[in-house]
């Protein structure tokens, strides 16, 4: 039990820890973190378990700038992608968070994770210029302050604090004042008084160093010329200005005005005002200083949302020799104004949305922002219309688009959404997004047959693949859903064949599955089948699939397509067999003598010889048959069977008498009587004769012992062990005669004469068959 309990236990401490923590992870990370560095188990802190980060599509959304990490897929760690720079992320500012989103699917969720890019010493202090040129009057008392530009540092915390060296001198130290309203100024001081008799310039270096560890430095060079005469500096009446800015305030608006004095007195008193220095840099292009009044105007554009506070130093110079002077700072602070419109994304999109979609399903996830602060920035959302979709908020700027009522695809396939969002500045400023929700089939929809039961006439002896009828079945599904395809139904229907019997429908007719086109696969007989009645079906692509039935009731018109027909008659029967099996015992026969339009002919595969045509005298007195026996091996093997065939003039007056007088007995019906009479009388007795006096001694030929050859009424051959060869020729004869072969027939070369009788030509066949 305890082995069970422990990842309910798990599940159930993260999802506390969550709650607790108001649903955001937070991470930190220092920048330059090498590529593939793991900053978090973000897939364990979320609560998924192993294999649901891949599963589930566990990723990052991006949100306009480049966050530098991914999430792995494998593991579900959140990792670092690329090169992490804090100065290029987020300037001074400080701490530097960056807030992502994360998504997984099956359920779609949203997380936030706040990562904070913690900063290293990698940026070394950095002067404005290596060298610095002063010039000091020798006459300056000690004391006396002359300020430097110090140097910046990109980084933040305690790898921006800077610390100032001077090189050893015996006339200048340095003092450095800090201030938690504005940047840290810096003085050159002077110690001894100058003599410019003495020494005329004077080389310092100025070191700053940062408080990393370990720490950095950077160096500039102060040049200091000591010059002769004007010994007062002039003074502003305040060392620092402090101004408050709308950002909307119009080019050439009076920014403030310094004030400065100088006691000396002619070209030593007369002063101009030069802006030294800003912070940021740009600063020096959206201000003007008049350099005689010192009013400072404004000559640009002011954005609070890309800086919020500007820091002027101001210059005001003598006109001495040499020429004094004295500085201050101005700080101008923007103030925020309306002016920027809420902006809407579609982070996620889980479109096509299918019709059988639960209420509160995710369809979209939206990010609304606004780049104004405090009211101005505060945003509310709708969407329009109202329904089916409605908006949930999930975080802070974060939304979700649901589905508030059931989809119907037939009804609307399409909806276009527009979210539309409105802050709290007066006047307030709008945005809208709009989103296309397609909605996706699913297949609620069966085929239906346009009838239930479909008549169709057709009229025998059709062509193999006419059509018959064309059926059609309706799906108002789309796509697969709603491709119907058709089919005859296996084993339900079909039609009574003559002589007894049932035969399937699909073994008359088809249907194209495709079109429905019905068509016969064969020619309809009507002497074979007068009605066939079968169940076509319809079935839609989609999963499951739906189907359809209807009834289909085809009637067989008859025609008047039979006439008598001759068979042609049989002479004998090659048979053979094989020892081998399957392919290898496969047989066939072919007529290798006589080549071309001879009278007679071999079946391929059943070994009958039979005449092609009608006898004639100009055939000759005697065929020879030469027969090959092959079988489909590789390679094949075959055997040959001899057969020669005699034809003999004898008994034709007889059998003639007994023709003609059949054929008139149609005449009268004495006549009839009296031939019917003579015709069995003369029959008999040339039955007798045929027996008793047949020349046996012709027929014999050859080793071994004698046998006896006799057609029967069927038209086949028995066989008997005799002393003699005998022919007899049955009263059924003239019909049909077939002759078989037993396969002992074929070991060896033997020979053997056998009687035929040809009913057509009256003439007696003398067959010789050799085997081989």
Not at 424 to 436: E, I, N, Q
């Amino acid at each position: 039990m305890g082995v069970c309990w422990g990842p309910v236990v798990r599940v159930l401490v993260l999802q506390a820890a969550w709650a607790l923590g108001g649903g955001q992870v937070r991470y930190s990370v220092p920048e330059e973190a090498k590529a593939g560095t793991v900053v978090g188990r973000l897939a364990q802190d979320l609560g998924l378990e192993a294999g649901e980060p891949e599963a589930r599509r566990l990723r990052l959304v991006a949100q306009g700038r480049r966050a530098s990490v991914e999430v792995s897929g494998a593991s579900g760690a959140l990792v670092v992608s690329s090169r992490l720079d804090r100065e290029e992320l987020c300037g001074k500012s400080a701490p530097c968070a960056l807030r992502l989103e994360v998504l997984v699917e099956r359920p779609l969720r949203v997380f936030h994770v706040e990562l904070e890019v913690t900063d290293i010493n990698d940026n070394a202090p950095l002067f404005p210029a290596a060298r610095k040129n002063l010039s000091l009057s020798e006459n300056s008392p000690p004391g006396s302050r002359f300020p430097l530009e110090g140097a910046s540092d990109a980084d933040v915390g305690a790898n921006a604090q800077l610390s100032y060296t001077l090189s050893p001198s015996e006339h200048f130290s340095l003092d450095l004042q800090r201030s938690e309203e504005y940047r840290e100024s810096l003085f050159l001081v002077l110690r001894r008084p100058l003599d410019r008799e003495t020494m005329a310039e004077h080389r310092l270096v100025l070191t700053a160093s940062d408080g990393g560890r370990p720490s950095l430095t950077g160096t500039m060079e102060l040049v200091i010329s000591v010059l002769d005469a004007n010994d007062n500096a002039p003074q502003f009446n305040q060392s620092v200005y402090k101004v408050q800015l709308l950002e909307s305030a119009a080019e050439g608006t009076l920014v403030a005005q310094v004030n400065a004095t100088d006691p000396d007195v002619g070209s030593n008193g007369e002063m101009t005002f030069t802006a030294s220095n800003t912070f940021p840099t740009n600063g020096l292009k959206l201000f003007f200083l008049d350099p005689k009044t010192g009013e400072i105007r404004l000559r640009g554009a002011l954005d609070f949302e890309d800086i919020p506070s500007y820091e002027i130093q101001i210059e005001a110079t003598d006109k001495g020799t040499p020429p004094l002077s004295g500085h201050c700072k101005v700080l101008v602070e923007v103030l925020d104004v309306n002016d920027n419109a809420p902006e809407v994304w579609v982070t996620s999109l889980s479109v096509p949305v299918p019709e059988d979609a639960a209420v509160g399903t995710v369809v979209a996830l939206l990010s609304v922002s606004d780049r104004d602060s405090g009211a101005n920035g505060r945003v509310r959302c709708a969407v329009w219309p109202a329904a089916p979709f409605g908006l949930v908020a999930t975080f802070a700027g974060s939304y979700s688009l649901v589905l508030r009522e059931a989809l119907d695809r037939e009804r609307v396939s399409e909806y276009e959404v527009e979210v539309r969002a409105e802050d709290g500045g007066a006047p307030a400023l709008r945005a809208s997004r709009g989103v296309r929700v397609p909605v996706s089939d699913v297949n609620d929809n069966a085929p239906a047959f346009a009838q239930a039961v479909y008549t169709v006439l057709a009229r025998e002896n059709n062509a193999a693949g006419a059509e018959l009828a064309r059926l059609w079945a309706r799906d108002p599904d789309e796509a697969g859903n709603g491709r119907v395809s058709y089919s005859v139904a296996e084993g339900v229907g079909g039609g009574a064949v003559a002589g007894g019997g049932w035969r399937a429908a699909s073994s008359y007719v088809s249907v194209d599955a495709e079109s429905g086109r019905l068509w016969a696969l064969q020619p309809l007989d009507y002497e074979e089948v007068q009605v066939l009645q079968f169940e076509v079906r319809a079935v839609d692509a989609g999963e499951p699939p739906l189907c359809g039935n209807a009834t289909v009731q085809l009637f067989v018109v008859d025609e008047n397509d039979n006439a008598p027909a001759l068979l042609p008659a049989v002479v004998a029967k090659i048979r053979a067999v094989d020892a081998d099996s399957g392919y290898n015992a496969w047989l066939r026969y072919e007529l290798w003598e006589p080549r071309g339009k001879g009278p007679f002919r071999v079946g391929l595969y059943s070994g009958e010889v039979s005449t092609a045509r009608a006898l004639e005298e100009a055939d000759g007195p005697r065929q020879r048959l030469v027969i090959v026996v092959r079988d489909h091996g590789e390679p094949a093997r075959s055997a040959t069977a001899t057969l020669s065939v005699s034809l003999v003039e004898g008994a034709e007056a007889a059998l003639g008498g007994a023709a003609a007088a059949a054929a008139a007995a149609t005449n009268v019906w004495l006549v009839v009587a009296i031939c019917a009479v003579s015709s069995l009388f003369l029959l008999a007795v040339v039955l007798y004769g045929a027996s008793r006096w047949a020349p046996r001694a012709a027929v014999l030929s050859g080793p071994g012992p004698a046998t006896l050859v006799c057609a029967s009424e069927v038209g086949s051959w028995s066989y008997s062990q005799r002393q003699s060869r005998s022919l007899c020729v049955a009263e059924g004869a003239g019909k049909s005669d077939l002759m078989h072969f037993h396969p002992s027939l074929l070991k060896g070369c033997q020979t053997r004469r056998l009687w035929w009788w040809q009913s057509r030509r009256h003439y007696l066949l003398l067959l010789r068959v050799a085997f081989c």
